[in-house]
């Protein structure tokens, strides 16, 4: 079965110190992954996705097929980054967009 | 282009009334989808379209619940009738080639 997982549903630290929201997906083939962000009552927004291995935000996410994850890091939080991250996976056979459950970022200052 | 447009952007509505949400995708992509975002249970897919035909309804709650794609600009979520657990965001979001496009969503609340 395709699926994402997101195992905190609250991860909350100080402005400073280094994130790592993580995120760990079933999917057999090669999947397109990626990380959307939701700020307090707005829209989700596209984040990163792993196919352009850019940087966003100052936030990095690599693809690991080994352990069938894609977590989201950065190394310096600032208060900004609080908000609701989901992610995310297309399976390319049936074009369905999946989401995680979501993990709510809280930088305390 | 707009982007994915949504509307209303509220909607306060009795029990038992049906509710219609609108949502217009972008232009040229061809799947779209509609999400239900509450903070029990999360971001819901409700049922997803391809080339205006829907594919996946498994996530529709009831039978309460119907979505319609009559053409490619334009698609409808209906719940008649409507009922105080309905009370949600309701996201829509369409896509092309890769990534989806949110809109703002409608924010429902039924007394």
């Known amino acids: 079965a395709q699926r994402v997982t997101q195992p905190e549903k609250l991860l909350s630290v100080f402005k400073g110190a280094p994130v790592e929201l993580k995120c760990n997906y079933s999917y057999s083939g090669s999947p397109e992954l990626f990380w959307y962000v939701q700020y307090s009552r707005q829209r989700l927004q596209l984040l990163l996705r792993h196919i352009s291995r850019e940087s966003i935000k100052g936030f990095t996410a690599d693809l690991n097929k080994g352990e069938t994850s894609f977590h989201l890091k950065k190394p310096f939080a600032q208060e900004e980054d609080s908000a609701m991250y989901y992610c995310?996976?297309?399976?390319?056979?049936?074009?369905?967009?999946?989401f995680g459950q979501g993990t709510t970022l809280q930088v305390k200052p | 282009d707009a982007g994915v447009i949504q509307s209303p952007r509220h909607e306060v509505t009795e029990m038992g009334q049906e509710v219609t949400l609108r949502c217009k995708p972008i232009s040229g992509h061809d799947y779209l989808f509609w999400y239900r975002q509450t903070m029990m249970r999360g971001l819901e897919l409700l049922i997803y379209?391809?080339?205006?035909?829907?594919?996946?309804d498994s996530g529709m709650p009831e039978d309460r619940f119907s979505a319609k794609m009559p053409n490619a600009s334009f698609s409808t979520l209906k719940i008649q009738p409507s009922e105080p657990r309905d009370s949600a965001v309701y996201f829509c979001a369409s896509r092309g080639r890769s990534e989806a496009f949110f809109g703002q969503g409608t924010r429902l609340t039924v007394v």
């Open positions: 995310a996976l297309i399976s390319s056979n049936t074009g369905k967009l999946i």
């Open positions: 379209f391809n080339n205006n035909v829907p594919i996946d």
